[in-house]
C-alpha cells in the first residue's frame, strides 16, 4: 500500500514535527508513504523543517513546500493539482495539530481491501479521551442549522454565546462519553471531522482537487456533500485513531477575524447540508 501524507502548516513547524514523529513511529513498516508539509504563512524557512530529514524504511520521501496561503483545502488543492497522485492508495489530508496513533497504519493496510472502494474514510478523532467524529451520523440536524443561522445574523448573541460556550462544550463531551458505545459503530455517515480525511485518488480525480469553496472552515459540509453527491457516503472506520489538540493552529486568531471567517464558510456551504 502507498499513501501520501500532506498537512498544512501555518507557521507551527513544531506541531508538524510531532506529527511527523508519530508517522514515523508507526509499528506497520511495509506501507510506502510521502509525506509533505505545505507551509503558507511565510514565517518560517526551511531550517525549521530538519526533522523531515530523519527518514526510517517506512517512509520513503518527505518534503516541505512552501506555498501561498489559499486556507487549509485550497493550499492542498493547489498542491494536488500539480502532482500525480494516481498510483497512490490513499491522500491523507489533515491539520498539523494531530498525531497519528501506533496502530495506524497496521489497522489501514488490514482494512484496505474492505474500504478500497470508499471516496472518504473517516477516523476517530480523539479530544480530551472522547472521540469527536462523526459529527453528524445521519442527517445534519435541523435545529443546528437554525442555531448557526441566527447566530451568523446576530453578532450581538455570538458574543454572548462566546462566553457560555466553554460550558456547553464540556456538556457535550460529558454527553458524548455516555453514548460512547453508539459513537464506535463502523459505518457510512453524513458528516466526518475535517481535521482528517483519507481521500481515495478517484474522488480527487472526478472532483478536479479538493473543494475549495472556503478560505477556512466547514470544509467538512463541502467534501463530505460531494462524496454524498457521488453516491459514496463517507466511510466512519473508527479502529483508525488519531488524537488532536483541538484548534491548536487557530488560537491566536482574535474573536472578530475568527467571526468573519467562520461566518463566511457558513453561508457559503450551507446548501451541502441540506
Known sequence: MKICIITVDHGKPALTSALYSSIINQTEQTVEIVFVALENSGKVSKDDYLFLNVQPQNIISSKVHFADNDGYFGTASNYLKNNDFDN????????????????????????????????????????????????????????????????????????FYEFVRLPISKTKFYVRSIFKSKSNIEGEIYLGYGAIYLINPIFISRLGGLPA????????????????????WPYFLP??????????????????RDYELRRESWWATRKFLS
Request: with cysteine; glycine share 2%; charged share 25%.
Open 88 to 159: 497512490f492508495d490513499w491522500i491523507i489530508v489533515c491539520n498539523n495539530d494531530l498525531s497519528f496513533q501506533k496502530d495506524f497504519l497496521l489497522t489501514l493496510n488490514k482494512r484496505q481491501s474492505d474500504i478500497s472502494n470508499r471516496y472518504l474514510v473517516c477516523p476517530s478523532v480523539i479530544e480530551r479521551n472522547c472521540d469527536i467524529n462523526p459529527l453528524s451520523r445521519n442527517k445534519y440536524p435541523e435545529s443546528k442549522k437554525l442555531f448557526w443561522d441566527f447566530y451568523y445574523k446576530h453578532r450581538t448573541l455570538a458574543s
Open 213 to 232: 469553496e472556503t478560505f477556512l472552515y466547514q470544509e467538512e459540509s463541502v467534501i463530505c456533500g460531494y462524496a454524498r453527491n457521488f453516491d459514496n
Open 239 to 256: 479502529s483508525l485513531k488519531v488524537n488532536h489538540d483541538s484548534h491548536a493552529t487557530l488560537k491566536f486568531i482574535g474573536f472578530d
